[in-house]
């Protein structure tokens, strides 16, 4: 037993495996449990039916055109939002005027509940890829522009001035001091507007859209098909994992010097 | 030992703060320091010693006076200058050989023209077999190695010390007093170090320099007469302690008021 423990804590793949899928079983033991007590199938399916209905849904194909809408439309506009905010990020950094100016507007709209704009959007853009892309990017782009700036104030003071003694030039300082600090931060921000933008991109697609995750989910719940809600759900669960693993992997290649 | 390289010339700092008084740090410095020569400033805090030596390497710029190296006039920093400063100051993410070549790449050199180089002072620091590791992988004592390394490698005119062991345990202080004594005996760098370490600053120079403070002045110029190569021993040598203790009586009164000042 305790050699089971001190396994389970251990910082290795294997052991991560393990932990990761030590909870999904418990989740689906309890769901599984609480779907025994709650009969009725409109509020809750156990998860033999979900798995089922979203097998069902691979064969169909329907899976597949809205994994193809979905992730096309979240991706590039994920990308975009990474480009975008790394930009502004650096504008904001590199000038105090405009980060005076400019950060009371950006953090006012950061604050405000951009979703809930999603008809606006629409109604602005056309159903289709353009209010998908414009809505995913303003809740993505806020994360990045935050911790690109407060990375690249927070580099070390006395690097900057080690580098200015070897007589670095200003573009010198900042490929190899400040960019270099900022990074590890920049990629927090990108973890945060993943999650952020998958939200997104469901609203979005329950607002105008014929193919996607969001329009998915919302045609079933329209049918009372609770299965298939909460397979796509599950999907999506599923991706915002995947971003997250990947990118807190990136963050620790980075910055190694910061675990110990 | 031919002539002096470094002339500092009647040179005053006084820093502007914005909405409060101005805070003179030095005044009147005068100052010349020979080829070859290892010599150390000492004062109590506050006594503007690492401003000297941020204006000696270009980072500030004098109020009044000047800074000749070399018959040249110092006006911004420059490869004939190299810091080795008290803190941390590599870089993270860079290994031991890359933050050494780090100085060599900033000044335009191709990896394989920066490495051999960088690895004969990694060699000269007793830094082999650490090429790639990375500094939070190391001790401070191996870390301040891979600075002075750093700023030996760059081979510059003199060498800049501020401060190097104020961050090292007793024993390491020690250890790392000696093998700089090596490493200038091999390298015959013109060294300048700032120190609070009286007995550090006679060990390792030729001329100590006593500075007073607020605002610094040059209070006393002392030579060290104690013949070389200096080993750990000498620190127990009565001659050795007499000039510790005479410049331990010149700057004991500035050292207690500037503990007033500070707390």
């Given at each position: 037993m305790r050699d089971i423990y001190?396994?389970?804590?251990?910082?290795?793949?294997?052991?991560?495996?393990a932990r990761i899928s030590l909870s999904v079983l418990c989740v689906l033991l309890l769901w599984q449990f609480v779907s025994v007590f709650i009969s009725n199938r409109l509020l809750l399916v156990p998860p033999a039916d979900v798995a089922r209905a979203l097998l069902v849904e691979i064969q169909r194909g329907a899976m597949w055109a809205n994994a193809v809408a979905t992730v096309t439309a979240v991706g590039t506009s994920f990308v975009a939002s990474v480009l975008l905010g790394i930009a502004i990020g650096l504008a904001l950094a590199s000038s105090r005027v405009l980060s005076l100016t400019g950060g009371p507007v950006l953090s006012a709209l950061n604050s405000v509940p951009?979703?809930?704009?999603?008809?606006?959007?629409?109604?602005?853009?056309?159903?289709?890829?353009?209010?998908?892309?414009?809505?995913?990017?303003?809740?993505?782009v806020f994360p990045v522009v935050v911790t690109t700036e407060a990375g690249l104030r927070a580099a070390d003071k006395q690097l900057i001035e080690a580098a200015r003694s070897f007589n670095a030039t200003p573009m010198q300082i900042f490929t190899t001091v400040t960019f270099p600090y900022a990074l590890p931060f920049i990629v927090s921000g990108i973890r945060v507007a993943w999650a952020r933008a998958l939200v997104g991109i469901v609203v979005a697609e329950f607002f105008g859209s014929f193919a996607g995750f969001g329009f998915a989910i919302l045609s079933a719940s329209q049918t009372f098909d609770t299965a298939r809600v909460l397979g796509y759900v599950i999907v999506l669960g599923v991706m915002g994992l995947f971003g997250s693993i990947l990118f807190e992997t990136i963050e620790r290649r980075l910055a190694p010097w910061r675990q110990e | 030992m031919s002539g002096d390289l470094l002339r500092i010339e009647k040179l005053d700092k006084t820093f502007d703060r914005k909405g409060k008084a101005s805070v003179e740090a030095l005044r009147g410095i005068d100052l010349t320091i020979g080829e070859g020569e290892f010599v150390s400033i000492v004062g109590a805090s506050g006594s503007g010693k690492s401003t000297l030596l941020r204006i000696i390497d270009g980072l500030l710029l004098p109020t009044a006076g000047s800074v000749h190296l070399d018959g040249k006039a110092v006006t911004r920093p420059g490869t004939d200058r190299a810091m080795v400063f008290q803190q941390d100051s590599l870089l993270p993410w860079k290994t031991v050989i890359e933050n050494v070549a780090y100085g060599l790449t900033l000044a335009g050199a191709d990896w394989s023209a920066a490495e051999p180089v960088a690895q004969r002072f990694i060699d000269l620091t007793g830094l082999r077999g650490f090429e790639s590791n990375y500094p939070h992988q190391l001790s401070g004592g191996m870390r301040q190695r891979v600075n002075v390394a750093r700023a030996l490698a760059v081979n510059p005119r003199i060498l800049l010390l501020d401060e190097p062991f104020a961050s090292l345990d007793a024993q390491t202080r020690e250890i790392m007093q000696t093998e700089l004594l090596t490493i200038w005996q091999e390298s015959r760098k013109t060294v300048l170090l700032i120190t609070h370490q009286i007995d550090e600053a006679v060990f390792l120079s030729d001329t100590v320099v006593v500075f007073s403070a607020r605002p610094g002045t040059v209070r006393s110029v002392i030579p060290v007469p104690i013949a070389r190569p200096r080993a750990l021993d000498v620190k127990r040598q009565p001659a050795f302690l007499k000039i510790v203790d005479q410049i331990w009586n010149m700057i004991e009164a500035e050292v207690r008021a500037s503990m007033k000042f500070n707390t």
């Amino acid at each position: 037993m305790r050699d089971i423990y001190e396994f389970f804590e251990q910082d290795s793949k294997a052991a991560a495996g393990a932990r990761i899928s030590l909870s999904v079983l418990c989740v689906l033991l309890l769901w599984q449990f609480v779907s025994v007590f709650i009969s009725n199938r409109l509020l809750l399916v156990p998860p033999a039916d979900v798995a089922r209905a979203l097998l069902v849904e691979i064969q169909r194909g329907a899976m597949w055109a809205n994994a193809v809408a979905t992730v096309t439309a979240v991706g590039t506009s994920f990308v975009a939002s990474v480009l975008l905010g790394i930009a502004i990020g650096l504008a904001l950094a590199s000038s105090r005027v405009l980060s005076l100016t400019g950060g009371p507007v950006l953090s006012a709209l950061n604050s405000v509940p951009i979703i809930a704009l999603a008809p606006l959007f629409i109604a602005w853009l056309g159903l289709g890829f353009a209010s998908k892309f414009v809505l995913v990017l303003m809740v993505a782009v806020f994360p990045v522009v935050v911790t690109t700036e407060a990375g690249l104030r927070a580099a070390d003071k006395q690097l900057i001035e080690a580098a200015r003694s070897f007589n670095a030039t200003p573009m010198q300082i900042f490929t190899t001091v400040t960019f270099p600090y900022a990074l590890p931060f920049i990629v927090s921000g990108i973890r945060v507007a993943w999650a952020r933008a998958l939200v997104g991109i469901v609203v979005a697609e329950f607002f105008g859209s014929f193919a996607g995750f969001g329009f998915a989910i919302l045609s079933a719940s329209q049918t009372f098909d609770t299965a298939r809600v909460l397979g796509y759900v599950i999907v999506l669960g599923v991706m915002g994992l995947f971003g997250s693993i990947l990118f807190e992997t990136i963050e620790r290649r980075l910055a190694p010097w910061r675990q110990e | 030992m031919s002539g002096d390289l470094l002339r500092i010339e009647k040179l005053d700092k006084t820093f502007d703060r914005k909405g409060k008084a101005s805070v003179e740090a030095l005044r009147g410095i005068d100052l010349t320091i020979g080829e070859g020569e290892f010599v150390s400033i000492v004062g109590a805090s506050g006594s503007g010693k690492s401003t000297l030596l941020r204006i000696i390497d270009g980072l500030l710029l004098p109020t009044a006076g000047s800074v000749h190296l070399d018959g040249k006039a110092v006006t911004r920093p420059g490869t004939d200058r190299a810091m080795v400063f008290q803190q941390d100051s590599l870089l993270p993410w860079k290994t031991v050989i890359e933050n050494v070549a780090y100085g060599l790449t900033l000044a335009g050199a191709d990896w394989s023209a920066a490495e051999p180089v960088a690895q004969r002072f990694i060699d000269l620091t007793g830094l082999r077999g650490f090429e790639s590791n990375y500094p939070h992988q190391l001790s401070g004592g191996m870390r301040q190695r891979v600075n002075v390394a750093r700023a030996l490698a760059v081979n510059p005119r003199i060498l800049l010390l501020d401060e190097p062991f104020a961050s090292l345990d007793a024993q390491t202080r020690e250890i790392m007093q000696t093998e700089l004594l090596t490493i200038w005996q091999e390298s015959r760098k013109t060294v300048l170090l700032i120190t609070h370490q009286i007995d550090e600053a006679v060990f390792l120079s030729d001329t100590v320099v006593v500075f007073s403070a607020r605002p610094g002045t040059v209070r006393s110029v002392i030579p060290v007469p104690i013949a070389r190569p200096r080993a750990l021993d000498v620190k127990r040598q009565p001659a050795f302690l007499k000039i510790v203790d005479q410049i331990w009586n010149m700057i004991e009164a500035e050292v207690r008021a500037s503990m007033k000042f500070n707390t």
